[in-house]
């Protein structure tokens, strides 16, 4: 594998403001897997400047950064809203016929459904972080975090709705691994398994403890991506069986 180029693992983040979150992961992933964080439009607008509104608007700023390279193995990794984000890629890659990712790993969110009505902002804070004590870490970030969780509220609306659209070149056949968390208010393991109609392909689904950001700090998140990473190369080196 050291002869090999490494497998990049692009990672999209909850919010345009949180790729921090993946900071050290080089560290983290073993041999064979260069992590590679993707930033959202508007990183550093967010929540004072306009936000991403539409899939293309996200699809213009996000693709330059993964299509120049995509010839080589690659992989996407999404956590909360960035796991759709990165659904919404691989398909703009898959419809559009270039090289897919070896691997669609996705966290902490429900698979795309039909957009609901609107949730005013006090739902959205019971929804995101209804079973957290209002005086733990996490409540007061989602608290703080609220222009920036509306904002991704309704472009995650906008793409739930795009990426339930058929695909002209048929259905996904990317390998998926959906990563859930024990204490997550937001998407419960139970719910994970629907992700498993996203693809055709090879699917795996496992459960880490902790609650909706379970993405920040830690080695067990980077780790396991990085052992499914070297998984997924290796499937996708094995020859095609006979038809």
């Known amino acids: ?44 607008a967010w929540p004072t400047g306009p936000a991403p509104a539409t899939r293309q608007a996200l699809l213009n700023a996000t693709l330059p950064q993964v299509t120049p390279t995509c010839a080589a193995p690659y992989a996407m990794y999404g956590h909360g809203l960035g796991a759709v984000i990165a659904l919404t890629v691989a398909q703009a890659l898959t419809e559009a016929r270039l090289p897919g990712p070896c691997l669609l790993a996705v966290g902490a969110c429900a698979p795309p459904a039909p957009p609901g009505g ?22 007061v970030f989602l608290r703080a975090m609220l222009p920036v969780l509306r904002a991704d509220w309704e472009l995650a609306r906008s793409l739930h709705e795009a990426a339930r659209r058929p695909l002209s070149t048929g259905p996904l056949t990317t390998p998926l691994l959906v990563v859930a968390s024990q204490s997550n208010p937001l998407a419960a393991p139970a719910a994970a398994d629907g992700w498993h109609a996203w693809t055709q392909g090879p699917r795996w689904q496992r459960t880490v403890p902790g609650h909706h950001f379970f993405v920040r ?20 080196q094995e020859p095609a069986p006979a038809g």
Do not use: K
């Open 1 to 44: 594998m050291s002869d090999e180029p490494p497998v990049r693992l692009y990672c999209f983040a909850h919010s345009a403001n949180g790729v921090s979150v993946f900071d050290g992961w080089a560290a983290h992933t073993g041999p064979g897997v260069e992590p590679v964080p993707v930033r959202l439009p508007a990183a550093t």
């Open 217 to 236: 700090g830690g080695r067990q998140l980077p780790r396991l991506l990085g052992r499914a990473c070297r998984v997924a190369r290796r499937l996708a």
């Open 118 to 139: 609107h949730v005013s902002d006090r739902d959205l804070l019971h929804q995101l972080g209804g079973h957290l004590p209002p005086a733990s870490d996490e409540g």
